[in-house]
Nanobody, 120 residues
Framework: QVQLVESGGGLVQPGGSLRLSCAAS????????MGWYRQAPGEQRELVAV???????FYNESVKGRFTISRNIAENTTSVQINNLKYEHAAVYYC??????????????WGQGTQVTVSS
């Protein structure tokens, strides 16, 4: 069982920056996608950004230019840099990882979530 441990959330003023990081407990396991989702109060969880094992990157259109995701495939870690935070960026951010089992099943893992609060 892979555990994802997130860090870096907190309280930030509008216009501030934040870096969220996530590390998988199993460094030797081959993960396909690693990325970030978020869920604001009363909203559904949505994709923020993801990096595939081929280093392809996909962003939610709403975060392009403001969020930058990175991944270390060898270490099974991922981070997202968030700049110029706005009130609408406040949410619980979840690290996500996927892999394919030896029997071909798609396995999905989630972190416990880290709160990002934007307030002056």
């Amino acid at each position: 069982q892979v555990q994802l441990v997130e860090s870096g959330g907190g309280l930030v003023q509008p216009g501030g920056s934040l870096r969220l990081s996530c590390a998988a407990s199993e460094k030797s396991l081959s993960l396909s996608n690693m990325g970030w989702y978020r869920q604001a109060p009363g909203e559904q969880r949505e994709l923020v950004a993801v990096v595939t094992d081929a280093d392809d990157i996909f962003y939610n259109e709403s975060v392009k230019g403001r969020f930058t995701i990175s991944r270390n495939i060898a270490e099974n870690t991922t981070s997202v840099q968030i700049n110029n935070l706005k009130y609408e960026h406040a949410a619980v951010y979840y690290c996500n990882a996927e892999r394919t089992s030896s029997k071909g099943y798609r396995l999905v893992y989630w972190g416990q979530g880290t709160q990002v609060t934007v307030s002056s």
